[in-house]
């Protein structure tokens, strides 16, 4: 009775706690750990944050909800999920939050993660919009963004005309990039907007880019209607299943959280980034009737590529390379851009009821012109042709503290000499043994010559082909203070990859220990082991050896809230790389951040400084950056040096926020950085970026 007392009270403060917390604050949170599973210097995660901030302002009433929107939340368990639904029906709707504490598969910190995002009302939201009511409801944005070049590039240097029009090693355009974007809002409803992009090095107003941006993206979204449940015009995301078949975003891949291996699927999203590779443009539309709905969409888009004329025929040509970087400074890239038709349709049919989600899919996708890159030992079962058809079959059902799901998809695709017909399946589950215990088990086989071009199922390749694993997680929270994870994942790959010219193998593993007190002390330590085989850089011969690649990684990390402005970070991060061929390399990365945001003044700082020494960029660290809204910044820090940052929000006229951010790398063992196009003669990297928002 006592334990339970002192729980209802630590909610009750967690509660008001949490909602003292700067709205950014909770949301920078989850983003940071996206992105640091990501590890990438090129991420855009916009639709993860718009997801967080729409929730942040319209929780989810937790007596309304079917569990859909708690599943787009990304922050609960199906099982979890499935707990709270069969509570409410059991014994009707909440009265309080500290209600939450009754349920079986929810623990203190699950309540304290969820609670900015949900509330408890009796009144059920109207689903009937009237014109008037969604204009004067809705949310209108606007943002400009300036990203200045900072030191002097390669590829931006001053050349004549002659010069510039028959070399690929410089840029027609300065070294700036601009961005803007025009978003209304009506809840989750209706979402209509324009985003435009130019990348630095690309030309404005001017020679290729006669109509200002290089990028242009715009949507008109519904969701919400009892039959038409959601339809899109303009560009747009399709997510089916597990993503083996269709998987148009970025998805989780292993985590210190093994719940992000199972995919929840969002059928459209309304497509607000900038990466110019990873969408549809068309329509789409999700119909539903009881149980069952169905998803049907077309898309059809220019895409870069490169083209060579067919020596048979004077008239004809086929596509050998398709570049999805987006990029078109250079008179190689220019020539790509638009090259090639993509045309895509496909049909999702779904059945839903209670625990139990079936869903049956066929997508085909195709190009105006033949694909037929030149044929390698590893990639000889890669997609060529014209036309590639994939099918699929998912489910997903929740049985008491049991979530079983998995995937089943098979391609047909035909070129000039074969009948190609490759699978991939995953299957997974996750059983909570215990509210203070839980597992996950996921079993995986991509045939080599399985091929969709946007997927993202669970793998530890970059795409879901070649490759077989076995992955197990755990979570275990002995103590309200203390929380253990890990996971193991054993893989291999039956055929070869770029780089491994043979079948190879490997694992993976990690081991993290938390110790959260109270909500504003944190620290964990993390043991990460990976071992993969690649080939040999040395050795004599015709045939490449494999040798085994060990990478460990040491991460020690503190957050501690000093009081309700200042929050003070640390991390100390270490890495070992042995290979036989180099020996062993090392690497370190010590980081401070200090971060000030009062509640009755309009500035928000977020300061960093960092020390780093690694040998080479094989052994690179990432470290997530407090960014603009909507911009990211995953650095990887390598050689010898140190980074700082400074970030400063302004709030001012109600509307608007300013945002602008300087940093800088300072290299000690360097006397130029890159090369080529790219290339700085100096020691010294710099970023600057400056933003303004206006919201009404």
């Not at 006669?210 to 015009?233: C, M, P, Q, T, W």
């Not at 169905?294 to 067919?310: E, G, H, Q």
């Not at 993509?342 to 059945?351: Q, R, T, V, W």
């Amino acid at each position: 009775m006592h334990k339970r007392l002192l729980g209802l009270f630590f909610i009750f403060l967690s509660f008001f706690s949490v909602f003292g917390q700067v709205k950014s604050e909770v949301i920078q949170q989850r983003i940071e750990f996206i992105s640091e599973q990501l590890q990438s210097e090129s991420i855009d995660l916009t639709n993860y944050i718009e997801q967080f901030n729409y929730f942040f302002d319209h929780p989810i009433n937790l007596n309304e909800t079917n569990g859909e929107d708690l599943e787009e939340l990304g922050l609960l368990t199906s099982i979890q999920i499935n707990d709270l639904l069969l509570h409410r029906k059991l014994f009707g709707k909440f009265i309080s939050v500290y209600e939450l504490q009754s349920l079986t598969y929810w623990d203190l910190s699950t309540i304290q993660l969820i609670l900015p995002f949900i509330r408890i009302e009796d009144k059920l939201d109207n689903l009937h919009i009237s014109f008037k009511e969604a204009l004067k409801g809705g949310k209108y944005e606007t943002f400009l963004r300036y990203q200045p070049m900072v030191e002097q590039k390669g590829g931006y240097v001053n050349v004549s005309d002659s010069v510039l029009a028959n070399s690929n090693n410089y840029y027609k355009g300065n070294g700036d990039r601009y961005y803007t974007r025009f978003r209304y809002t009506y809840k989750t409803n209706i979402s209509v907007g324009v985003t435009a992009e130019k990348d630095a090095g690309e030309q404005f107003f001017k020679g290729t880019q006669k109509n200002g941006f290089d990028f242009y993206s715009a949507h008109a979204f519904f969701k919400g209607g009892k039959y038409l449940r959601s339809a899109v015009i303009g560009d747009y995301q399709i997510q089916i299943g597990q993503g083996l078949n269709l998987w148009s975003s970025y998805a989780f891949g292993k985590t210190s959280d093994f719940a992000t291996m199972k995919r929840t699927a969002i059928p459209i999203r309304p497509y607000t980034s900038v990466d110019e590779a990873r969408f549809m443009r068309g329509i789409a539309v999700d119909c539903g009737y009881r149980n069952f709905s169905l998803l049907a969409f077309a898309s059809s888009k220019r895409v870069d590529a490169s083209s060579i004329p067919d020596s048979t025929f004077d008239d004809l040509e086929f596509i050998s390379t398709i570049d999805l970087s987006g990029l078109h400074r250079t008179n190689r890239e220019i020539d790509k851009m638009n090259a090639l038709r993509e045309n895509i349709a496909g049909l999702n049919f779904k059945y839903s009821k209670a625990g139990l989600r079936i869903g049956l899919a066929g997508v085909y996708q195709g190009y105006d012109k033949p694909f037929n890159k030149s044929v390698q030992l590893y990639n000889q079962f890669d997609f060529r042709g014209q036309h590639n058809f994939s099918y699929s079959a998912d489910y997903s059902y929740n049985i008491k503290n049991i979530n079983v799901f998995g995937e089943v998809s098979k391609v047909w695709n035909t070129d000039v000499n074969q009948f190609k017909s490759g699978w991939a399946m995953v299957h997974g589950a996750m059983i909570a043994l215990d509210p203070k215990a839980s597992i996950g088990l996921l079993y995986r086989d991509y045939q080599k010559d399985y091929q969709t071009f946007y997927n993202a199922g669970f793998s530890e390749g970059s795409n879901t082909q070649n490759e077989q694993g076995l992955y197990a997680g755990i979570k275990l929270k002995p103590a309200t203070a203390w929380s253990l994870v890990g996971y193991v994942d054993i893989f291999k790959f039956p055929w070869m990859k770029y780089g491994v010219d043979a079948s190879s193998k490997g694992h993976e593993f990690l081991v993290q220990s938390s110790y959260k007190p109270n909500k504003i002390f944190e620290i964990y330590v993390r043991y990460r082991q990976q071992l993969r085989e690649k080939n040999s850089r040395s050795y004599d011969g015709n045939v490449t050896p494999l040798e085994d690649v060990l990478q460990r990684n040491y991460r020690f990390n503190l957050s501690y809230v000093i009081n309700e402005s200042f929050t003070f970070k640390s991390r100390i991060e270490l890495v070992s790389l042995h290979r036989n061929s180099s020996g062993k390399k090392t690497g370190m990365l010590i980081a401070q951040d200090l971060l000030y945001k009062p509640k009755s003044f309009p500035f928000d700082f977020s300061l960093r400084y960092a020390l780093f020494d690694t040998e080479d960029y094989d052994t690179r660290l990432y470290a997530f950056e407090n960014n603009a809204l909507y911009a990211f910044a995953v650095p990887a820090y390598y050689y010898q040096g140190s980074r700082a940052y400074l970030l400063i929000r302004y709030s001012f006229l109600r509307h608007c926020d300013l945002w602008v951010r300087y940093g800088v790398f300072l290299y000690n063992n360097r006397t130029s950085i890159s090369s080529g196009s790219e290339g700085i003669l100096g020691s010294r990297k710099t970023d600057l970026i400056v933003q303004l928002r206006i919201t009404l």
